[in-house]
Nanobody, 125 residues
Framework: VQLQACGGGLVQPGGALRLSCVVS????????IGWFRQAPGKEREAVSS???????YYADSVKGRFSISRDGAKSTVYLQMNGLKHEDTAVYSC????????????????????WGQGTQVTVSS
């Protein structure tokens, strides 16, 4: 499975971006997908995930602002980010795991065995 994240950029506080994670070599019907981010000098942290069954999870820091969705026909998982804050600045990456599991461990990086390169999101005025 290969993953490619895109859609990052520079946005002002309060703005919005939509990230895309394009999956190839596998289907979303078989895989859980997670979004993670890493800011300079900080550890990687979970943002959101979606199971093969469509169960979604969000980190507390993004609940109510971010939304994860998927389009099976396009093999793409989206992360809609609204109300962006300075602290959302990071490199965002997506990851995949072929699994039937739909529990909250989908927010843990160790759950995933395929990772794509990240896309930079910078929130600045």
């Amino acid at each position: 499975v290969q993953l490619q994240a895109c859609g990052g950029g520079l946005v002002q506080p309060g703005g919005a971006l939509r990230l895309s994670c394009v999956v190839s070599g596998g289907t979303l019907e078989d895989h859980a997908i997670g979004w993670f981010r890493q800011a300079p000098g900080k550890e990687r942290e979970a943002v959101s995930s979606i199971s093969r069954h469509g169960v979604t999870y969000y980190a507390d820091s993004v609940k109510g602002r971010f939304s994860i969705s998927r389009d099976g026909a396009k093999s793409t998982v989206y992360l809609q980010m609204n109300g962006l804050k300075h602290e959302d600045t990071a490199v965002y990456s997506c990851a995949a795991r072929r699994t039937r599991y739909s529990g909250s461990d989908l927010l843990l990086p160790r759950t995933y065995d395929h990772w794509g390169q990240g896309t930079q999101v910078t929130v600045s005025s």
